[in-house]
């Protein structure tokens, strides 16, 4: 099994900053890229941030030079930097991972529990 364990969520005033975290474990042969989402209530999730094996990362336009993604490849672990944060920022926050198994296995998607993020003042 793959388990994804976000962490770092919380209630920030405007303008403040947090740090997200999402650790993969398990039974994992490679991981070709990683990301954040996020929700809010009555909204599709989005792409916030992504980065893949060779470290290109992509951005939303609205959290381009407010957020930075980066990420621990020897502990499968990928970090949202998220400052001068605003309410609209406000969601759930779910982490993700494209990874494969085993050699023998294609790659697929696997997601966190999700983490919530409130932005208020």
């Known amino acids: 099994q793959v388990q994804l364990v976000e962490s770092g969520g919380g209630l920030v005033q405007p303008g403040g900053s947090l740090r997200l975290s999402c650790a993969a474990s398990g039974s994992i042969f490679s991981i070709n890229g990683m990301g954040w989402y996020r929700q809010a209530p009555g909204k599709q999730r989005e792409l916030v941030a992504g980065i893949i094996s060779g470290g290109t990362t992509t951005y939303a336009d609205s959290v381009k030079g407010r957020f930075t993604i980066s990420r621990d490849n020897a502990k499968n672990t990928v970090y949202l930097q998220m400052n001068s944060l605003k309410p609209e920022d406000t969601a759930v926050y779910y982490c993700?991972?494209?990874?494969?198994?085993?050699?023998?296995?294609?790659?697929?998607?696997?997601w966190g529990q999700g983490t919530q993020v409130t932005v208020s003042s």
């Open positions: 993700n991972a494209n990874l494969r198994r085993s050699v023998l296995q294609i790659s697929r998607d696997y």
